[in-house]
């Protein structure tokens, strides 16, 4: 599907398009890169060619192909996300240059920001969420505190994307999962403007791990539970909302226990000083100046693996003390006992390289476990999550590349304290 065929599909379907489109950076979450400043013409010209495409008319360059290709009607764009999962000060100021062209050429047009950019115009916010199921349903009140002044919210990407939630063509438990954040997300509708799903169409062949909600191959299509619960929501729209009270007893549940680890998210980075101590007693003092030799061939740069560490993802090895994950892309290695308790765990961590920062692991068992994410969401914030899913509110916060952090965890019970250089 080319632009052209794109706009005939959302008109048949009565949908509004929204056209994102390349804002000089790739995505974040795909090793971010950059058109150079001086070469960002062409960017800009293709979101104004793009415009005139879908609304001049047929007197214009791109309205007369338009019409040659059987539409002189507008399709009546309306609404421009510029740039799509991108971050930091280089999309900010692509941005800022790209909203100036347009909003002087089309001012009458809503234009839509990955995020919050300081100092910056901009009518709506697009934030994206794929998660578990505990997650989605942990958050139906996501927006009941946001600022009612605050540009509304465009949630242009949902999806239930963890094997709980199906592994491949979803289940009903991820399908329940998204319709509880839905209806946070209508209850909210003054700030949260649109929703949509993503991927909405996949080839059942298509790449595994990503829920569609409609599946299609050359001569069949079907939808998953979610697509007919989110026709569900389509189909009745509520004008209010009930408010509820659900009461219940808190039982008391385990301390939090189990292993350590350290990651990565798309950055590379290297930890050295790793202890972890309970009641003054050392449970682990990581030395890796002693490391495990590589099997033959041996190699002169001594690239070895870390003694009793195992790993999930990247390229790990000990280089001059420290344990390090060289590739810039998602890694975690993990050590020690299930039923550790009660004990602190302090470490130093330098990131390399990459768009974030670092994962700081703990409680690891059975699969589950929390991290210490520093650096994470575009290198904007810190955040406990359990499986991604949140543990308390975010703080805004970056890591900066080639620098040395004291990290210390405490875990008492089910209390956790995290600090960053004290």
Not at 262 to 268: C, P, R, S
Not at 347 to 359: H, N
């Amino acid at each position: 599907m080319g632009l052209y065929e794109y706009l005939q599909f959302c008109e048949d379907l009565k949908a509004e398009p929204v056209f994102v489109g390349f804002a000089g950076q790739s995505c974040l979450y795909r090793l971010a890169e950059h058109v150079p400043m001086e070469e960002m013409g062409w960017v800009v010209s293709n979101f104004l060619d793009v415009v005139e495409y879908a609304n001049a008319p047929v007197d214009s360059t791109w309205g007369q192909l338009r019409a040659r290709s059987g539409h002189p009607a507008s399709f009546d764009l309306k609404f421009i996300e510029i740039g799509n999962e991108n971050g930091m000060r280089q999309y900010e100021e692509r941005y800022r240059l790209i909203h100036s062209k347009l909003k002087t050429s089309y001012p009458n047009i809503t234009y839509i920001a990955d995020y919050a950019i300081p100092d910056a115009s901009y009518d709506m916010v697009d934030e994206h969420f794929y998660n578990a199921p505990t997650w989605f349903l942990s958050q139906f009140n996501r927006y009941d505190n946001r600022d009612r002044n605050a540009p509304p919210v465009y949630v242009g990407e949902i999806a239930v994307t963890s094997p709980e939630g199906g592994p491949e063509k979803g289940n009903l438990i991820a399908a329940l999962a998204e319709g509880a954040f839905l209806m946070g997300l209508e209850r909210n509708a003054d700030v949260v403007r649109m929703v949509s799903y993503a991927p909405l169409l996949a080839h059942v062949k298509g790449r595994s791990g990503w829920h569609g909600m409609i599946y299609f191959d050359g001569s069949r299509v079907f939808g998953t539970v979610s697509y007919h619960l989110w026709k569900l929501f389509a189909l009745n729209r509520p004008t209010y909302t009930i408010g509820t009270n659900v009461d219940y007893v808190p039982s008391k549940r385990p301390s939090i226990c189990g292993a350590i680890g350290v990651g990565t998210w798309d950055t590379a980075a290297e930890f050295k000083e790793i202890r972890v101590a309970k009641n003054g007693e050392i449970l682990y003092a990581g030395d890796f100046s002693k490391v495990a030799e590589p099997t033959p061939p041996k190699r002169l740069c001594r690239s070895a693996k870390a003694e009793g560490w195992t790993t999930e993802g990247g390229k790990w090895s000990v280089v001059e003390g420290a344990y390090r994950q060289s590739d810039s892309v998602v890694g975690l290695s993990y050590f020690g006992d299930q039923t550790w308790s009660d004990y602190t765990l302090t470490l130093k961590a330098r990131k390399l390289a990459g768009a974030e920062g670092f994962l700081i692991v703990f409680g690891h068992k059975d699969g589950n476990k929390y991290w210490w994410n520093l650096g994470g969401w575009g290198n904007r914030e810190h955040g406990i999550e359990f499986n991604r899913s949140p543990v308390g509110r975010h703080l805004r916060g970056s890591i900066e590349a080639n620098r040395w952090y004291d990290i210390r965890v405490e875990l008492k019970g089910r209390g956790i304290r995290c600090y960053l250089d004290e």
